[in-house]
């Protein structure tokens, strides 16, 4: 097995990630023997290279529980991404399947368009809208005027909102008064806050790209689950690097 691989990740973050539940759980089922890469019981601490190694759990190779899901959709405006909204708005959640239970990760406003994961993989939910891994979200934003080369460079650089300075950002103007920005915090209305700072309030906002996924033939409202592929680039995007 691969427990000599230097450029693996140790097994138990990679349980958690899939979805296994807590590092303590997942180390739990390493302990107790339920875990094994390429055939043998592994060893707490061990390095597995995703796309290499057959790591089962319980006899099951991971990455095939039906019991985690994980949707893509094309949020319409007008709906929440919420739970439950007490205004009884149409929220995310009523557009995909009830059964199992999914949550939408990180939020889009309710006016804007555009790409949300829902998933009940929690750890992945929590890498990918946490900040420090860094995962880049893509939004196309369509503006009042036509933002000038000093705006963009400002949006680019960094602009300074009520809770702190924005970090760099990659912003492209991709015909007159539609901005292509991409961003890697993931701050309350930040794209809209963003643009109305330089004097562009946004009309419309749609989110084009969530790390590696993207989907142009997917139309407002509708979903599908991620590939196996996806959520291994997904998985990928937010990997530890020790
Ligand atoms: N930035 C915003 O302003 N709104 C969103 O919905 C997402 C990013």
């Known amino acids: 097995m691969s427990t000599e ?14 979805g296994f539940g807590s590092r303590r ?7 107790e023997g339920k875990v094994k890469v390429n055939g043998q019981e ?15 759990v319980d006899g099951a190779p991971i990455g095939v529980r039906p019991d985690v899901v994980y949707y893509l959709l094309n949020k319409p405006a007008g709906v929440v991404t919420t ?32 790409l949300l994961i829902l998933t009940n993989n929690g750890e992945l939910t929590h890498r990918l809208t946490h900040p420090s891994f860094g995962v880049e979200k893509e939004y196309v934003a369509v503006v009042e005027g036509n933002p000038s ?10 602009v300074d909102l009520e809770d702190g300075k924005t970090s ?30 330089v004097g562009h309030q946004v009309k419309r906002l749609i989110r084009t790209r969530i790390g590696p996924l993207s989907d142009r033939s997917l139309s407002p409202g509708e979903w599908r689950e991620l590939t196996m592929t996806e959520i291994r680039s997904l998985e990928r995007a937010v990997a530890d690097s020790d």
């Open 5 to 18: 691989k230097p450029e693996g990740e140790r097994l138990q973050k990679v349980l958690s990630r899939v």
């Open 25 to 31: 759980v997942c180390e739990a089922l390493i302990l």
């Open 42 to 56: 592994a060893q707490l601490g061990c390095r597995v290279e995703i796309e290499t190694d057959l790591v089962t």
């Open 83 to 114: 739970a439950d909204d007490p205004q009884g708005r149409p929220t995310v959640v009523e557009i995909v399947p009830s059964d199992p239970r999914v949550f939408p990760v990180g939020r889009l406003d309710s006016d804007t368009e555009g």
């Open 149 to 158: 080369r000093s705006s963009l460079r400002l949006l680019r650089e960094g």
């Open 168 to 197: 760099p950002a990659k912003v492209a103007l991709i015909e007159e008064g539609t901005i292509r920005l991409t961003i890697h915090e993931g701050r309350n209305r930040q794209v809209r806050r963003m643009c109305s700072t």
